[in-house]
């Protein structure tokens, strides 16, 4: 099944250590997207990708970053976390430009920060 | 500034009885407007959307400009509508509400 796949699950860093969330889809979508979603609250876009076309969100700390080597491919990468950075992050994927704007979004990974 | 209001963060309702979960917007266009859905242990996903004016596993929900409303109705529910609903704007990016935790009473 075409799906958008997010690993590791669950991630445990330590304060200050950078980590890589991966995201890989197999949708062949051209946008991808990172939101975070702590607990009790809305998913919050931190930035996406139209193709290759990065784009930041204007309150996304400058901490977080983003990579997308190929359609297939995203990664999250935070350089320094921070107790504040633990959530969930979810990756999600859509065809703009072609009349869908759906988002499919992947499970998930849980990022604990000790 | 695009907004979403989901006013109720948990709605219990008995299996059989009709369903409601508000949701309000704030938006100077034409918005294009979303429920997503998130059943236990699965990931997000679009339960339907405006434009498409259609009935996904009963549910429903029609666009109010007038109220500036889009909320979810289903006449009868069902244990397994038990999940969270978000209500969702588009404008150049999707904005969530905070989301409504339903839970369907046996």
């Known amino acids: 099944d075409a799906m958008v796949i997010q690993n590791p699950r669950y991630q445990v860093t330590q304060f200050g250590k950078p980590v890589t969330l991966s995201c890989s889809q197999t949708?062949?979508?051209?946008?991808m997207y990172w939101y975070q979603q702590k607990s009790s609250q809305a998913p919050k876009l931190l930035f996406h990708?139209?193709?290759?076309?990065?784009?930041n969100e204007a309150d996304t700390p400058d901490n977080f970053q983003s990579r997308r080597p190929n359609t297939s491919f995203c990664f999250l990468d935070i350089r320094s976390p921070g107790l504040g950075d633990a959530a969930m992050y979810l990756c999600?994927?859509?065809?703009?430009?072609?009349?869908?704007?759906?988002?499919?979004f992947g499970p998930g990974t849980r990022l604990l920060v000790l | 500034a695009q907004r979403v209001t989901q006013p109720e963060k948990l709605l219990s309702v008995f299996k059989g009885a009709p369903v409601e979960l508000k949701c309000n917007y704030s938006?100077?266009?034409?918005?294009?407007l979303f429920w997503y859905v998130q059943y236990s242990r699965q990931r997000l996903q679009l339960l339907l959307r405006?434009?498409s004016r259609e009935s996904i596993k009963g549910f429903t929900a029609d666009l109010n400009k007038g109220e500036t409303s889009f909320h979810l109705k289903k006449p009868f529910a069902q244990e397994e509508d038990s999940a969270m609903y978000y209500c969702?704007?588009?404008?150049?990016?999707?904005?969530f509400g905070k989301g409504t935790r339903l839970h369907i009473l046996p």
């Open positions: 999600a994927t859509s065809r703009a430009g072609m009349g869908e704007e759906t988002q499919y």
């Open positions: 949708l062949n979508h051209n946008v």
């Open positions: 990708y139209y193709d290759k076309d990065f784009n």
């Open positions: 938006y100077s266009g034409s918005p294009e």
């Open positions: 405006h434009i």
């Open positions: 969702a704007i588009r404008d150049d990016k999707i904005i």
